[in-house]
């Protein structure tokens, strides 16, 4: 247990539904990213937050796809309207940089598999 | 092509052998992260590093900055070794890059 968490851990849902999951990062961690990985696939980047503040967006987010991390604790990640290939496994990971230069390790959540029918 | 190639995708070893996966990176990536994925897909964090090398336990991690290339080895590998294993390079300071992964089978 790395001390990130999120939820769900599985999510099935039907094409055209929204789904909505939360990640909860180490309590201190300023830091947080999302990121998305597919079967037989290494993870990719979704997007990131320096405490509430969304600093980069992959193009791979599209306008379904947002994410708010309002008071800079946990963050959620919504999709809307899904499709089947938005079927993955949605990673968060955090971390504690001394400041925006610099770069440490990320600790990541056990992740949310999501199953689009 | 991808930024982070590594090799070989898939790697079978019976138990005990010395096992080396590899990594080449493109400019523009300032520090390589080796991580470890077990089924089910929770990412552990193994090796984070800049020059040199870096081991703990039996996991030794290498990188050679003139030509873009590091190694993870694992000496006296064990089945409960099996897993992926994924290379990352630091883009910035900002976000993490990733290799498709190897995966490793060790078998008793």
């Known amino acids: 247990d790395t001390g990130v968490s999120q939820n769900p851990r599985h999510k099935i849902t039907k094409r055209g539904q929204n789904v909505t999951f939360r990640c909860d990062p180490i309590?201190?961690?300023?830091?947080l990213y999302w990121y998305r990985q597919t079967l037989g696939q290494g993870p990719e980047f979704l997007t990131y937050?320096?405490?509430?503040?969304?600093?980069?967006k992959s193009r791979l987010l599209s306008d379904r796809f947002s994410a708010e991390r309002p008071k800079g604790s946990f963050s959620t990640l919504e999709i809307q309207r899904t499709e089947q290939g938005d079927s993955a496994m949605y990673l968060c990971?955090?971390?504690?940089?001394?400041?925006?230069?610099?770069?440490?390790?990320?600790?990541f959540g056990p992740g949310t598999r999501l199953t689009v029918l | 092509k991808n930024e982070v190639e590594q090799s070989p995708q898939n790697l079978t070893a019976q138990e005990g052998e010395f096992i080396t996966i590899n990594c080449s990176y493109s400019?523009?990536?300032?520090?390589l992260h080796w991580l470890q994925q077990h089924p089910g897909g929770g990412i552990v964090s193994l090796f984070m590093?800049?020059?040199g090398k870096k081991k703990h336990g039996r996991l030794i991690a290498t990188i050679n900055i003139q030509e873009k290339h590091s190694s993870l080895h694992i000496t006296a590998s064990h089945p409960r070794d099996s897993a992926v294993y994924i290379c990352?390079?630091?883009?910035?300071?900002?976000?993490?890059?990733f290799g498709q992964g190897t995966r490793l089978t060790i078998n008793p």
């Open positions: 990971a955090s971390s504690s940089p001394r400041d925006l230069s610099s770069y440490n390790e990320q600790f």
């Open positions: 309590s201190e961690h300023n830091r």
């Open positions: 937050f320096q405490n509430e503040a969304q600093l980069e």
């Open positions: 400019v523009g990536i300032s520090a």
């Open positions: 590093l800049s020059s």
């Open positions: 990352a390079g630091s883009q910035g300071a900002q976000k993490l890059v």
